[in-house]
Protein backbone atom coordinates (compact mmCIF):
# COMPACT_ATOMS: atom_id res chain seq x y z
CA UNK A 1 0.00 0.00 0.00
CA UNK A 2 1.56 3.28 -1.07
CA UNK A 3 1.25 6.85 0.83
CA UNK A 4 -1.21 7.99 -1.30
CA UNK A 5 -3.64 4.62 -0.76
CA UNK A 6 -3.13 4.90 2.73
CA UNK A 7 -4.14 8.28 2.89
CA UNK A 8 -7.27 7.58 1.03
CA UNK A 9 -8.07 4.57 3.38
CA UNK A 10 -7.65 7.37 6.54
CA UNK A 11 -9.82 9.82 4.34
CA UNK A 12 -12.81 9.37 7.03
CA UNK A 13 -16.38 10.80 6.63
CA UNK A 14 -15.61 13.80 8.48
CA UNK A 15 -18.69 15.29 10.23
CA UNK A 16 -21.23 17.23 7.82
CA UNK A 17 -23.71 19.21 9.33
CA UNK A 18 -25.54 22.11 9.41
CA UNK A 19 -26.75 24.72 7.31
CA UNK A 20 -27.43 28.42 6.58
CA UNK A 21 -27.84 31.52 8.18
CA UNK A 22 -31.70 33.36 7.23
CA UNK A 23 -29.99 35.56 5.66
CA UNK A 24 -32.03 36.56 2.50
CA UNK A 25 -30.57 38.29 0.18
CA UNK A 26 -32.40 41.88 0.18
CA UNK A 27 -33.20 43.61 -2.90
CA UNK A 28 -30.93 46.55 -3.04
CA UNK A 29 -31.28 49.31 -5.97
CA UNK A 30 -27.50 50.25 -5.79
CA UNK A 31 -25.26 47.38 -5.33
CA UNK A 32 -21.98 47.64 -2.52
CA UNK A 33 -19.43 47.99 -4.81
CA UNK A 34 -15.04 47.51 -4.23
CA UNK A 35 -14.80 51.07 -4.36
CA UNK A 36 -17.23 51.74 -2.41
CA UNK A 37 -16.09 49.33 0.16
CA UNK A 38 -12.78 51.01 -0.06
CA UNK A 39 -14.37 54.80 0.87
CA UNK A 40 -15.92 52.86 3.76
CA UNK A 41 -19.00 53.75 2.24
CA UNK A 42 -20.02 50.02 2.55
CA UNK A 43 -19.37 47.59 4.95
CA UNK A 44 -17.70 44.33 4.61
CA UNK A 45 -21.02 42.40 4.70
CA UNK A 46 -23.28 44.40 2.75
CA UNK A 47 -20.22 43.81 -0.48
CA UNK A 48 -20.21 40.17 0.54
CA UNK A 49 -23.61 40.20 0.41
CA UNK A 50 -24.48 41.62 -2.85
CA UNK A 51 -21.43 40.21 -4.61
CA UNK A 52 -21.49 36.58 -2.93
CA UNK A 53 -23.64 33.43 -4.35
CA UNK A 54 -25.47 32.61 -1.20
CA UNK A 55 -23.50 29.77 -0.24
CA UNK A 56 -20.38 31.50 0.16
CA UNK A 57 -22.01 34.69 1.86
CA UNK A 58 -23.63 32.46 4.75
CA UNK A 59 -20.02 30.35 5.32
CA UNK A 60 -17.73 34.18 5.02
CA UNK A 61 -20.16 35.18 7.91
CA UNK A 62 -19.78 31.89 9.83
CA UNK A 63 -15.92 32.02 9.84
CA UNK A 64 -15.63 35.54 10.34
CA UNK A 65 -17.61 35.33 13.50
CA UNK A 66 -16.28 32.49 14.67
CA UNK A 67 -12.57 33.95 14.00
CA UNK A 68 -13.38 37.16 15.43
CA UNK A 69 -14.94 35.42 18.60
CA UNK A 70 -12.82 33.24 19.16
CA UNK A 71 -9.37 35.43 18.14
CA UNK A 72 -8.51 33.09 15.76
CA UNK A 73 -7.79 35.26 12.66
CA UNK A 74 -4.12 35.51 12.64
CA UNK A 75 -4.30 33.77 9.07
CA UNK A 76 -6.84 34.22 5.91
CA UNK A 77 -9.09 31.13 5.99
CA UNK A 78 -10.11 29.99 2.69
CA UNK A 79 -13.38 28.67 1.84
CA UNK A 80 -14.03 25.73 -1.06
CA UNK A 81 -17.50 24.40 -1.75
CA UNK A 82 -17.09 21.00 -3.28
CA UNK A 83 -19.80 20.45 -5.63
CA UNK A 84 -20.29 16.76 -5.06
CA UNK A 85 -23.61 15.47 -3.34
CA UNK A 86 -21.78 14.14 -0.44
CA UNK A 87 -22.75 14.92 3.16
CA UNK A 88 -19.53 15.96 4.44
CA UNK A 89 -17.02 18.76 5.33
CA UNK A 90 -12.71 18.34 5.65
CA UNK A 91 -10.24 20.30 6.46
CA UNK A 92 -6.93 20.13 3.95
CA UNK A 93 -4.04 22.81 3.02
CA UNK A 94 -3.00 25.07 5.85
CA UNK A 95 -5.94 26.58 6.40
CA UNK A 96 -8.61 25.55 3.63
CA UNK A 97 -12.12 24.47 5.02
CA UNK A 98 -13.56 22.38 2.38
CA UNK A 99 -17.57 21.98 2.39
CA UNK A 100 -19.74 19.47 0.21
CA UNK A 101 -23.19 20.52 -1.36
CA UNK A 102 -24.33 17.41 -0.11
CA UNK A 103 -23.93 19.11 3.74
CA UNK A 104 -24.85 22.86 2.46
CA UNK A 105 -28.35 21.08 1.55
CA UNK A 106 -29.32 19.19 4.31
CA UNK A 107 -28.24 22.28 6.65
CA UNK A 108 -30.24 25.05 5.11
CA UNK A 109 -31.78 26.77 7.18
CA UNK A 110 -29.66 25.57 10.57
CA UNK A 111 -26.71 28.27 10.51
CA UNK A 112 -25.96 26.66 14.28
CA UNK A 113 -25.69 23.38 12.79
CA UNK A 114 -23.27 24.36 9.81
CA UNK A 115 -21.56 27.05 12.32
CA UNK A 116 -20.09 23.94 14.22
CA UNK A 117 -19.48 22.08 11.17
CA UNK A 118 -17.54 24.77 10.00
CA UNK A 119 -15.59 25.44 14.14
CA UNK A 120 -15.09 21.43 14.08
CA UNK A 121 -12.92 22.20 10.77
CA UNK A 122 -11.04 24.91 12.03
CA UNK A 123 -9.88 23.13 14.90
CA UNK A 124 -8.27 20.59 12.90
CA UNK A 125 -6.48 22.99 11.44
CA UNK A 126 -5.63 25.00 15.20
CA UNK A 127 -4.86 21.82 16.64
CA UNK A 128 -2.33 21.03 13.54
CA UNK A 129 -4.05 17.41 12.81
CA UNK A 130 -3.05 17.70 9.57
CA UNK A 131 0.19 18.15 9.36
CA UNK A 132 0.90 15.74 13.17
CA UNK A 133 -1.01 12.68 10.96
CA UNK A 134 1.15 13.30 7.98
CA UNK A 135 3.97 13.25 9.94
CA UNK A 136 3.04 9.96 11.41
CA UNK A 137 2.50 8.39 8.56
CA UNK A 138 5.40 9.59 6.55
CA UNK A 139 7.81 8.48 9.29
CA UNK A 140 6.03 5.20 9.64
CA UNK A 141 5.89 4.06 5.92
CA UNK A 142 9.76 5.21 5.73
CA UNK A 143 10.33 2.94 8.72
CA UNK A 144 8.55 0.06 6.92
CA UNK A 145 10.12 0.40 3.87
CA UNK A 146 13.71 0.47 5.11
CA UNK A 147 12.51 -3.17 7.14
CA UNK A 148 12.31 -6.60 5.97
CA UNK A 149 9.71 -7.50 3.55
CA UNK A 150 8.86 -9.88 5.59
CA UNK A 151 8.09 -8.23 8.29
CA UNK A 152 6.19 -5.10 6.54
CA UNK A 153 3.09 -6.66 6.46
CA UNK A 154 2.95 -7.00 10.50
CA UNK A 155 4.12 -2.90 10.65
CA UNK A 156 1.62 -1.83 8.23
CA UNK A 157 -1.14 -3.15 10.22
CA UNK A 158 0.49 -1.71 13.37
CA UNK A 159 1.09 1.84 11.39
CA UNK A 160 -2.55 1.58 10.66
CA UNK A 161 -3.94 1.35 14.17
CA UNK A 162 -1.55 4.04 15.11
CA UNK A 163 -2.83 6.46 12.69
CA UNK A 164 -6.83 5.31 13.74
CA UNK A 165 -6.02 6.01 17.12
CA UNK A 166 -4.74 9.41 16.59
CA UNK A 167 -7.47 9.95 14.41
CA UNK A 168 -10.31 8.97 16.85
CA UNK A 169 -8.90 11.50 19.39
CA UNK A 170 -8.28 14.18 16.99
CA UNK A 171 -12.13 13.68 16.13
CA UNK A 172 -12.94 13.83 19.90
CA UNK A 173 -10.84 16.91 20.36
CA UNK A 174 -12.02 18.84 17.02
CA UNK A 175 -15.36 18.17 18.42
CA UNK A 176 -14.76 19.81 21.70
CA UNK A 177 -13.09 22.89 20.21
CA UNK A 178 -15.64 23.24 17.92
CA UNK A 179 -18.41 23.28 19.72
CA UNK A 180 -16.60 25.79 22.22
CA UNK A 181 -15.28 28.18 19.01
CA UNK A 182 -19.15 27.71 17.94
CA UNK A 183 -21.04 28.64 20.88
CA UNK A 184 -18.69 31.87 21.93
CA UNK A 185 -19.58 32.80 18.32
CA UNK A 186 -23.23 32.95 19.29
CA UNK A 187 -24.54 29.75 17.50
CA UNK A 188 -26.71 27.52 19.90
CA UNK A 189 -25.09 24.51 21.61
CA UNK A 190 -27.71 22.30 19.94
CA UNK A 191 -26.76 23.31 16.93
CA UNK A 192 -23.93 20.72 17.25
CA UNK A 193 -26.30 17.90 18.28
CA UNK A 194 -28.48 18.65 15.03
CA UNK A 195 -25.27 18.19 13.16
CA UNK A 196 -23.93 14.86 14.60
CA UNK A 197 -27.63 13.55 14.36
CA UNK A 198 -27.60 14.29 10.40
CA UNK A 199 -24.28 12.47 10.48
CA UNK A 200 -25.46 9.47 12.63
CA UNK A 201 -28.20 8.56 9.86
CA UNK A 202 -25.08 8.05 7.53
CA UNK A 203 -23.48 4.41 6.61
CA UNK A 204 -21.12 3.61 8.82
CA UNK A 205 -21.47 6.11 11.39
CA UNK A 206 -22.93 3.93 14.23
CA UNK A 207 -19.88 2.04 14.29
CA UNK A 208 -17.40 3.14 17.29
CA UNK A 209 -14.03 1.43 17.21
CA UNK A 210 -10.09 1.79 18.23
CA UNK A 211 -10.13 4.05 15.35
CA UNK A 212 -13.11 5.79 15.17
CA UNK A 213 -15.84 7.37 17.11
CA UNK A 214 -19.44 6.71 16.40
CA UNK A 215 -21.87 9.53 15.83
CA UNK A 216 -23.91 8.42 19.03
CA UNK A 217 -20.36 8.67 21.31
CA UNK A 218 -19.81 12.09 19.72
CA UNK A 219 -23.28 13.49 20.37
CA UNK A 220 -22.98 11.96 24.29
CA UNK A 221 -19.39 14.06 24.35
CA UNK A 222 -21.12 16.92 23.32
CA UNK A 223 -24.11 16.66 25.56
CA UNK A 224 -21.65 16.34 28.53
CA UNK A 225 -19.58 19.50 27.25
CA UNK A 226 -22.57 21.66 27.37
CA UNK A 227 -22.81 20.65 31.02
CA UNK A 228 -19.34 21.19 32.01
CA UNK A 229 -18.92 24.46 29.67
CA UNK A 230 -22.11 26.06 30.04
CA UNK A 231 -23.08 28.19 26.83
CA UNK A 232 -23.71 31.73 29.14
CA UNK A 233 -19.80 32.14 29.68
CA UNK A 234 -18.83 31.43 26.68
CA UNK A 235 -21.21 33.41 24.59
CA UNK A 236 -20.23 36.65 27.42
CA UNK A 237 -16.53 36.27 25.91
CA UNK A 238 -17.30 35.86 23.03
CA UNK A 239 -19.68 39.19 22.47
CA UNK A 240 -17.05 41.06 24.19
CA UNK A 241 -14.52 40.23 21.74
CA UNK A 242 -17.23 40.98 18.85
CA UNK A 243 -17.80 44.52 19.84
CA UNK A 244 -14.51 45.41 20.10
CA UNK A 245 -13.32 44.15 16.67
CA UNK A 246 -14.05 45.26 12.96
CA UNK A 247 -15.97 42.94 10.56
CA UNK A 248 -12.91 40.87 8.87
CA UNK A 249 -12.48 41.62 5.23
CA UNK A 250 -12.78 38.63 2.33
CA UNK A 251 -10.82 37.89 -0.90
CA UNK A 252 -13.00 36.53 -3.61
CA UNK A 253 -11.47 34.27 -6.33
CA UNK A 254 -11.29 35.57 -9.90
CA UNK A 255 -12.36 32.21 -10.93
CA UNK A 256 -15.27 32.37 -7.96
CA UNK A 257 -14.52 28.57 -6.95
CA UNK A 258 -12.90 29.88 -3.02
CA UNK A 259 -13.33 32.53 -0.65
ZN1 LIG B 1 -13.12 15.90 11.82
Keep these: MNKRNL ?40 LAEAELPENFYVLYRIVERIARAN ?3 QHPWRI ?8 NAYATDANVIGIFNGLLDQLVG ?13 AHHL ?20 SAPAQQEEQMAQLQKRIGQLRRSQELEADASGYKYAVQAGFEPEGCLRGL ?23 VAIQALIVKNPPEWLVTLGRQRLRSTEPLTYYWSADEQWL
Design 7 to 46: LAHFHTKAVAIASVFALLLSPVSTLPTLAGWEENKVTPYE
Design 127 to 146: HRHVAITDAELTKGLEQITE
Design 110 to 122: DSSALACVVAHEM
Design 80 to 87: VINSEYDI
Design 71 to 73: DLD
Design 197 to 219: DLLSRLPGSGYSSDTHPSASERI
